[in-house]
């Protein structure tokens, strides 16, 4: 590939990526509308929660080690750089970071009407995504950028 279809590709799947934000904030604002702001809340919640056990299906069928936690974090890196967002992973004790220093989805909830409301479902997702790995796998949020942290920081831990 050369580096103008390299340079086009890469065009293409930022657009796709800012097309996946405003189906996911169209379909938000259309359950809005529909239920209520409650009950869209807990809609765009369970999601959240279907799309981390899809990912944790693509995960396991990978045929990867669901108790190495470094390993776990690293994909769910890599998942999030697919996404747009800046990533990186750090050991802490036996604990492993994801540390977001960059998100795309704080701008969308924002320029959509939903400042502050992507933590909920980045939690959410991770929970489900790790549950679904590896149920002795526990994932704390530690700071969130949304919150007016520097980061988005989760802490994953081995609780079996």
């Given at each position: 590939?050369?580096?103008?279809?390299?340079?086009?590709?890469?065009?293409?799947?930022?657009?796709?990526?800012?097309?996946?934000?405003?189906?996911?904030?169209?379909?938000?604002?259309?359950?809005?509308?529909?239920?209520?702001?409650?009950?869209?809340?807990?809609?765009?919640e369970r999601f959240w929660e279907l799309v981390g056990q899809g990912t944790a299906e693509a995960y396991l069928s990978k045929n990867r080690d669901p108790g190495n936690v470094e390993d776990v974090v690293t994909a769910l890196a890599r998942a999030s750089e697919v996404m747009g967002e800046t990533v990186r992973v750090e050991k802490?004790?036996?604990?492993?970071?994801?540390?977001?220093?960059?998100?795309?989805?704080?701008?969308?909830?924002?320029?959509?009407?939903?400042?502050?409301?992507?933590?909920?479902?980045?939690?959410?997702?991770?929970?489900?995504?790790?549950?679904?790995?590896?149920?002795?796998?526990?994932?704390?949020?530690?700071?969130?950028?949304?919150?007016?942290?520097?980061?988005?920081?989760?802490?994953?831990?081995?609780?079996?």
């Open positions: 590939m050369d580096a103008k279809e390299n340079a086009k590709m890469l065009r293409n799947w930022k657009g796709m990526i800012f097309i996946s934000h405003d189906f996911f904030h169209r379909w938000r604002q259309t359950v809005e509308e529909t239920v209520g702001q409650q009950d869209a809340r807990k809609l765009v802490d004790g036996e604990a492993v970071l994801l540390i977001h220093d960059a998100c795309p989805w704080i701008d969308s909830f924002r320029d959509y009407g939903a400042p502050g409301q992507c933590q909920a479902g980045c939690d959410r997702w991770f929970g489900a995504t790790a549950e679904g790995i590896s149920p002795g796998l526990r994932v704390e949020t530690a700071a969130c950028l949304a919150a007016g942290d520097k980061t988005c920081t989760r802490r994953f831990t081995r609780v079996l």
